[in-house]
Protein backbone atom coordinates (compact mmCIF):
# COMPACT_ATOMS: atom_id res chain seq x y z
CA UNK A 1 0.00 0.00 0.00
CA UNK A 2 3.06 2.70 1.06
CA UNK A 3 6.48 2.54 -0.83
CA UNK A 4 9.41 3.88 0.30
CA UNK A 5 11.94 4.85 -1.98
CA UNK A 6 15.51 5.98 -0.72
CA UNK A 7 18.51 7.69 -2.55
CA UNK A 8 21.81 9.68 -1.42
CA UNK A 9 24.10 6.91 0.00
CA UNK A 10 27.21 6.09 -0.76
CA UNK A 11 31.38 6.70 0.17
CA UNK A 12 32.11 10.00 2.25
CA UNK A 13 35.21 10.63 3.46
CA UNK A 14 35.88 11.66 7.13
CA UNK A 15 34.43 14.95 7.93
CA UNK A 16 32.29 15.07 4.63
CA UNK A 17 28.69 15.38 3.97
CA UNK A 18 25.57 13.33 2.60
CA UNK A 19 21.94 14.05 1.74
CA UNK A 20 19.70 11.26 1.91
CA UNK A 21 16.19 11.34 0.77
CA UNK A 22 12.93 9.40 0.68
CA UNK A 23 10.00 9.49 -0.60
CA UNK A 24 6.64 7.85 0.06
CA UNK A 25 3.87 7.08 -2.71
CA UNK A 26 1.26 4.70 -2.82
CA UNK A 27 -2.26 5.23 -1.04
CA UNK A 28 -2.56 6.29 2.27
CA UNK A 29 -4.46 8.83 4.85
CA UNK A 30 -1.99 10.53 5.82
CA UNK A 31 1.94 9.92 6.84
CA UNK A 32 2.34 11.72 10.35
CA UNK A 33 6.31 10.28 11.84
CA UNK A 34 8.64 9.83 9.27
CA UNK A 35 12.24 9.07 9.75
CA UNK A 36 16.06 7.40 9.67
CA UNK A 37 17.06 4.45 11.33
CA UNK A 38 21.08 3.00 11.38
CA UNK A 39 22.06 -0.31 11.45
CA UNK A 40 25.27 -2.26 11.41
CA UNK A 41 26.40 -5.78 10.95
CA UNK A 42 25.85 -7.65 14.08
CA UNK A 43 23.59 -4.42 16.00
CA UNK A 44 19.98 -3.70 15.90
CA UNK A 45 18.71 -0.62 13.94
CA UNK A 46 18.61 2.53 15.71
CA UNK A 47 17.37 5.78 15.41
CA UNK A 48 19.39 8.19 14.24
CA UNK A 49 15.80 11.08 13.57
CA UNK A 50 12.78 11.73 13.71
CA UNK A 51 10.45 14.04 12.14
CA UNK A 52 6.79 14.29 12.71
CA UNK A 53 3.83 16.38 10.07
CA UNK A 54 4.18 18.63 12.26
CA UNK A 55 7.69 19.18 12.71
CA UNK A 56 8.48 17.43 15.97
CA UNK A 57 12.12 16.42 15.60
CA UNK A 58 14.54 14.16 17.73
CA UNK A 59 17.64 13.36 16.98
CA UNK A 60 19.56 10.42 18.40
CA UNK A 61 22.88 11.58 20.85
CA UNK A 62 25.33 10.83 18.50
CA UNK A 63 24.42 12.59 15.31
CA UNK A 64 22.66 16.20 17.09
CA UNK A 65 24.80 19.14 16.04
CA UNK A 66 25.81 17.34 12.94
CA UNK A 67 22.90 15.82 11.45
CA UNK A 68 19.95 17.84 10.16
CA UNK A 69 16.01 16.06 9.06
CA UNK A 70 13.32 17.77 7.28
CA UNK A 71 10.27 17.08 5.08
CA UNK A 72 8.24 18.21 2.71
CA UNK A 73 4.66 17.40 3.17
CA UNK A 74 3.25 17.43 -0.19
CA UNK A 75 6.12 15.87 -1.91
CA UNK A 76 5.97 13.50 0.99
CA UNK A 77 9.47 13.23 1.21
CA UNK A 78 11.82 13.37 4.30
CA UNK A 79 15.64 14.42 4.25
CA UNK A 80 18.61 13.96 5.96
CA UNK A 81 21.52 16.40 5.78
CA UNK A 82 24.85 15.02 7.97
CA UNK A 83 27.97 17.32 8.04
CA UNK A 84 31.44 16.37 9.87
CA UNK A 85 30.68 12.60 8.75
CA UNK A 86 32.50 10.08 11.20
CA UNK A 87 33.64 6.49 10.68
CA UNK A 88 30.67 5.69 13.43
CA UNK A 89 28.23 6.96 11.02
CA UNK A 90 28.78 3.93 8.77
CA UNK A 91 26.06 1.87 8.17
CA UNK A 92 22.45 1.05 6.38
CA UNK A 93 20.47 3.92 6.08
CA UNK A 94 16.85 2.59 6.24
CA UNK A 95 13.98 5.47 5.71
CA UNK A 96 10.73 4.28 7.66
CA UNK A 97 7.16 6.58 7.52
CA UNK A 98 4.39 5.84 9.91
CA UNK A 99 0.79 5.86 7.38
CA UNK A 100 -2.68 6.21 8.50
CA UNK A 101 -4.77 3.95 6.92
CA UNK A 102 -7.94 6.02 8.73
CA UNK A 103 -7.58 8.89 11.24
CA UNK A 104 -6.77 6.31 14.37
CA UNK A 105 -5.09 3.16 12.80
CA UNK A 106 -1.45 2.90 11.08
CA UNK A 107 1.35 0.80 9.57
CA UNK A 108 4.84 1.09 9.66
CA UNK A 109 6.99 0.64 6.72
CA UNK A 110 10.47 0.84 5.52
CA UNK A 111 12.83 1.44 2.74
CA UNK A 112 15.06 -0.55 1.42
CA UNK A 113 17.82 0.87 3.07
CA UNK A 114 21.28 2.44 1.75
CA UNK A 115 24.22 2.00 2.49
CA UNK A 116 26.74 4.87 3.41
CA UNK A 117 30.51 4.59 4.10
CA UNK A 118 32.60 6.77 6.08
CA UNK A 119 36.20 6.09 5.19
CA UNK A 120 39.68 7.23 4.03
Known amino acids: QVQLVESGGGLVHPGGSLRLSCAAS????????MGWYRQVPGAQRDMVATITKDGQITYSDSVLGRFTISRDNAQNTVYLHGTGLKPDDTGVYYCTARAYELSFTYRDYWGQGTQVTVSS
Open 26 to 33: GRFFSVNR
